[in-house]
């Protein structure tokens, strides 16, 4: 029986530094079912100590005193892994209406051990209902569904030891009633019984464990990836800001901010070309006698006909309220010419909102070459003067 007692001594030894760290996990990690986890590791704890106490040799009412003490705490351990578990996939916690679970059991280990002749008596019945509630747990896990594939080994382990630890007691009920019965002694195997149990217990203590620490993991993947999606939104909306910021709204086209990060953009490196710069005729007289609409779309037709007139490369630019600007990177002013004779061309017979039959929208204006970056803007002034220069001698004849 030495072989017995320390197996039994060290179940006895592991229990408590295993409540311990479940009770300090459940701490760490609030959960409903981790704190009912904890709790039935506290209980467990207690049940050996309990145990513990009654294989000293004890006399009148304290045998069965601590017998019963032993076997409720066992029960209450079984029943809050089983309620921990229900938790676990989102079932209610401890009820009322669940005392169909607990209550029998404790019926039983409050009155079996007053009642038997002999303490070992009560074991082969008390084991199979200890063993039940393991029985019990395993199947209130069926519901949960780990977030990811990588997060399902703690309810494997879990889910292994509830089994495993339900046949080990529901085995030894009829094993202890037929050897006490047959031969006087329970087989050698089962004088370390509670070697096994120990294992299985602290694997199950580890299972739980994992199963809190995976779902930890589990949430914090999940902030990360809204994390990471509300940082591609947010670069996403930056970037449209940016553009936002360097287009014109009215026409699409790219604004005097744009220009001027052009210039910065390219200040270093090499930029030849020609700039055009344009201007719509009478704009305030288009406002104030057809009204701002037709203002606004003749502007939009300037702007949709220098984008049709120029290549996807040559940036067009609205840098004033009737005023456009385009660069052609490695051109020269004759072709520009050809060009803009065109978009002149294309504004002719037109319609305006308010005005009465088509109009002509007229245009003026001033090209010039560059040969780099920082000549372009002398080039524009160049350009801008040119305009004004054609723009004296083109009258708009719309109304």
Known sequence: MEQSHLAFTVQVLVAPPVALLMVLLARALPRPFLRRWAAAWVALAFALVALRVAIVPLTGWAAPAVTSAY???????????????????????????????????????????????????????????????????????????????????????????????????????????????????????????????????????????????????????????????????LALASDQLAVAARTDPLTGLLNRRAFDAMLAERAESPFAGSVAVVDLNDLKRINDTHGHAAGDAAIRLVARALRGHFRITDPVFRVGGDEFLTVMEGGRSEELSGRLDALDTSLRGVRLPGVAGPVDVVVAWGMSDFDTAPDLPAAVARADQAMYTQKARRKAPVG
């Open 71 to 233: 076997y409720c705490l066992e029960y209450l351990f079984g029943y809050l892994v089983w309620a921990g578990c229900r938790e676990l996939v989102g079932r209610p916690g401890p009820r009322w209406a669940d005392a169909w679970v607990l209550g029998p059991a404790l019926a039983f280990g409050l009155i079996a051990p007053w009642v038997a002749a002999q303490q070992t008596d009560t074991y082969p019945f008390h084991a199979p209902v200890f063993g039940g509630f393991f029985f019990l747990a395993l199947v209130a896990t069926r519901g949960y569904r780990p977030a990811t594939p990588q997060t399902r080994f703690g309810i494997h382990v879990v889910r292994f030891c509830l089994l495993v630890l339900g046949l080990l007691f529901v085995h030894y009920g009829p094993v202890s009633y037929s050897s006490l019965r047959v031969t006087g002694r329970p087989p050698d195997y089962m004088l370390i019984s509670p070697m096994y149990d120990a294992l299985a217990e602290v694997a199950l203590a580890f299972g739980m464990a994992l199963v809190a620490v995976e779902q930890v993991r589990d949430q914090l993947d999940a902030a990360n990836r809204e994390l990471a999606e509300s940082n591609r939104q």
